[in-house]
């Protein structure tokens, strides 16, 4: 399928999530949210050249177009920049696939400094790359599953402990297919990352259902609350940076507040001697790469 047709797929997925204005002369509506005709009023540009985008044809917008249209469906700016990454990679000609994703060395340094903080290096389309002990201690066992299945988002759709750790887990989990959506922007026709939608597809009905909504997110913060198998509740801050000399490689790193009993659980979970090789977590840090 051509990336300019996820183009236009992308865009009819947001038009059907906006509600029409209450004044609209419309008296029925076959289909959710805003007519094409609607869009483009909004948009300023003519319902023929709308539809035609909506359809994957191969134009050409401009950026002011463009910035329009997603004025228009009231796209934020991951949605926007989800946009513009699939237009500037809709050429549809055949890449090499990307080269394996290595973790520094003083990356992985830092992971294991930064004492009884859990973090993760994450990588294209989800893979953990690396991660210090007390993720391990938090999450699950990837160095047990084949390199391929070694996926944040693989492990909280399909994994049943993942649904018993996330207390929301389907907030975490949409947001983590979210994260999914907007790499295939990035990458299109990444054979691994098309392995790995169809995979999901196939097991998960959650996931069907998500991905054809084309949400996208990038989030550089939020909160995760737990319920861990060693030490209960848990409340953690997180904070997503990318690495700026490989933007497809990015730090999660999970914080306590000072004082809460959340900070106390981490704590207690330091001292515990082994990483537990079912039901909770351990991702290896070894220098295997991932493509």
């Not at 929301?168 to 990352?193: F, Y």
Request: proline share 5%; net charge neutral; with cysteine.
């Amino acid at each position: 399928m051509g990336q300019s047709v996820e183009f236009g797929k992308f865009l009819s997925a947001m038009r059907a999530r906006l509600q029409p204005d209450p004044g609209t002369t419309y008296s029925t509506r076959r289909v959710p949210g805003l007519r094409r005709e609607e869009v483009a009023r909004l948009a300023d540009v003519s319902t023929d050249y709308y539809t035609r985008l909506e359809q994957g044809r191969n134009i050409h917008p401009s950026r002011s177009v463009l910035f329009s249209v997603a004025r228009a469906l009231q796209l934020n700016d991951a949605e926007s920049a989800h946009m513009f990454d699939l237009l500037d990679n809709c050429g549809g000609q055949a890449t090499d696939p990307p080269a394996a994703q290595r973790v520094r060395a003083s990356m992985r340094q830092l992971l294991e400094g930064v004492g009884d903080v859990p973090a993760v290096v994450l990588g294209r389309r989800t893979d953990v790359l690396a991660a210090n002990r007390m993720a391990r201690l938090l999450f699950v066992d990837f160095p047990a599953m084949p390199r391929e299945q070694r996926n944040y988002t693989r492990w909280i759709m399909l994994d049943p402990a993942a649904r018993v750790l996330f207390r929301d887990w389907h907030g975490a989990a949409a947001d983590s297919v979210a994260q999914l959506r907007a790499d295939v922007g990035r990458h299109p026709g990444d054979p691994a990352t098309t392995a790995l939608v169809g995979e999901l597809a196939v097991n998960s009905e959650d996931f069907r259902q998500w991905w054809a909504r084309h949400q996208v997110a990038r989030k550089s913060s939020g909160t995760l609350k737990l319920h861990h198998g060693l030490v209960g509740e848990l409340e953690l801050d997180f904070e997503h940076l990318l690495l700026p000399d490989d933007p497809d490689q990015s730090l999660r790193i999970y914080t306590a507040k000072n004082g809460s009993p959340s900070l106390d659980s981490l704590k207690l979970l330091s001292t515990w001697s082994q990483v537990p090789t079912t039901g909770l977590a351990h991702v290896s840090n070894s220098s295997e790469g991932s493509n």
